[in-house]
């Protein structure tokens, strides 16, 4: 059984940063596709960040996201990282990781993010 752990949440200002991470219980993150979803108080989950298995590691982000926040990998620690720059109190939900291998679904139990002055 797979586990993840989200970690690296807390209230910070807008216009701060901070660095999410997911650390997975096996070595599963650099043969698992790999993702951060976030949900707001009354909305539904989203995709935020999503990063591909395999050596070519490719990425994409939410256009929400884009040019502010970093989806990487370190396979020798089994961690996925979310660095999220220049947060706005819309960012504020918490986020969740997410490992996918065919029908194979794992999520972590989530870390809040607030965004507020």
């Known amino acids: 059984q797979v586990q993840l752990v989200e970690s690296g949440g807390g209230l910070v200002q807008p216009g701060g940063s901070l660095r999410l991470s997911c650390a997975a219980s096996g070595s599963i993150v650099s043969i698992y596709t790999m993702s951060w979803y976030r949900q707001a108080p009354g909305k539904q989950r989203e995709l935020v960040a999503i990063?591909?298995?395999?050596?070519?590691?490719?990425?994409n982000v939410a256009d929400s996201v884009k040019g502010r926040f970093t989806i990487s990998r370190d396979n020798a620690k089994n961690t996925v990282y979310l660095q999220m720059n220049s947060l706005k109190p819309e960012d504020t939900a918490v986020y969740y990781c997410?490992?996918?291998?065919?029908?194979?679904?794992?999520w972590g139990q989530g870390t809040q993010v607030t965004v507020s002055s």
């Open positions: 997410n490992a996918l291998q065919a029908i194979r679904s794992y």
């Open positions: 990063i591909s298995s395999g050596s070519g590691s490719t990425t």
